[in-house]
Nanobody, 124 residues
């Protein structure tokens, strides 16, 4: 599967952005999908994940209550709605997918397929 992430940009603190991750080559319904982010000088960190078929979601504590991950199987797309953005959310955001996994996957090494990343910048 090939993943294409988009939707990044510049937002003010307290604002919102919606990221999209479109899959080609395979239907997303067979994949667990996750979002990760990497800020300058920092390691890549887990943000959110949605299980195969969209049955469950899991979030990092730092984004819980502000970010929502969802899937539109008809469009083969996973979204990350980001509200109440903070300057510390500034990072390159990556989507990742793993086929036929069970449950939620929170570690980068759990995923075999990665998109190219989209930059989110939040100004104070």
């Amino acid at each position: 599967v090939q993943l294409q992430a988009s939707g990044g940009g510049l937002a003010q603190a307290g604002g919102s952005l919606r990221l999209s991750c479109v899959a080609s080559g395979r239907t997303f319904s067979m994949y667990t999908v996750g979002w990760f982010r990497q800020a300058p000088g920092k390691e890549r960190e887990f943000v959110a994940t949605i299980s195969r078929g969209g049955l469950s979601t899991y979030y990092a504590d730092s984004v819980k209550g502000r970010f929502t991950i969802s899937t539109d199987n008809a469009k083969n797309t996973v979204f990350l709605q980001m509200n109440s953005l903070k300057p510390e959310d500034t990072a390159v955001y990556f989507c990742a997918a793993e086929p036929w996994a069970f449950g939620n996957l929170c570690m980068a090494y759990d995923y075999d397929y990665w998109g190219q990343g989209t930059l989110v910048t939040v100004s104070s």
